[in-house]
């Protein structure tokens, strides 16, 4: 079926193909002419065969995001599709930004329950704010150390033991 977004592609497409200039340049592709884009007749009694892809377009905010590079268009434009799914991993789009992004949060945020749960199930206190601190950090890797010592420390404080003697002068 086509959709609300395919029809505003289709009409930004057929009005101002100059737009999509970078795109069809970065593809190695000659950029469209005005006269190849025509509208498309709703009469399901066409003769003629007729192939309608809509669902194409959902890969040309992309296209059009890696074609604009670090013009000041492409920020509007990243404004614009904030909230679609990335489909060319690997080039830094927003897409593709918010969606490792949300996988890192996740990962955050199981690695900080497990903390928690291993501090609880070994009968340790956890206090307001190591509680805190171990939910707001994102880096992986700090998680995973603080959850190696939730294994082995006496008191919920201990798992950051070595950066209290990090912070302290010698």
Request: net charge negative.
């Amino acid at each position: 079926m086509v959709t609300a977004t395919h029809e505003a592609s289709h009409r930004l497409f057929q009005e101002h193909p100059e737009a999509l200039a970078p795109v069809f340049e970065a593809l190695g592709l000659p950029p469209p002419m005005k006269t190849e884009f025509h509208e498309l007749s709703p009469d399901t009694t066409e003769i003629r065969p007729m192939e309608r892809r809509a669902d194409v377009t959902k890969y040309w905010f992309e296209v059009v995001e890696v074609g604009l590079e670090s013009t000041p268009a492409r920020e509007n434009w990243r404004k614009l599709m904030q909230n679609f799914v990335t489909h060319f991993p690997g080039h830094g789009t927003l897409f593709e930004e918010k969606y490792l992004e949300g996988r890192r949060e996740g990962k955050a945020e199981g690695k900080s329950e497990a903390i928690l749960r291993a501090l609880k199930v070994r009968g340790l206190t956890v206090p307001d704010d190591v509680r805190k601190r171990i939910t707001g950090c994102t880096d992986l890797d700090t998680l995973a150390t603080w959850f190696d010592r939730s294994l082995t420390v006496s008191e919920a404080e201990g798992l950051f033991a070595d950066e209290a003697e990090e912070t302290t002068p010698s």
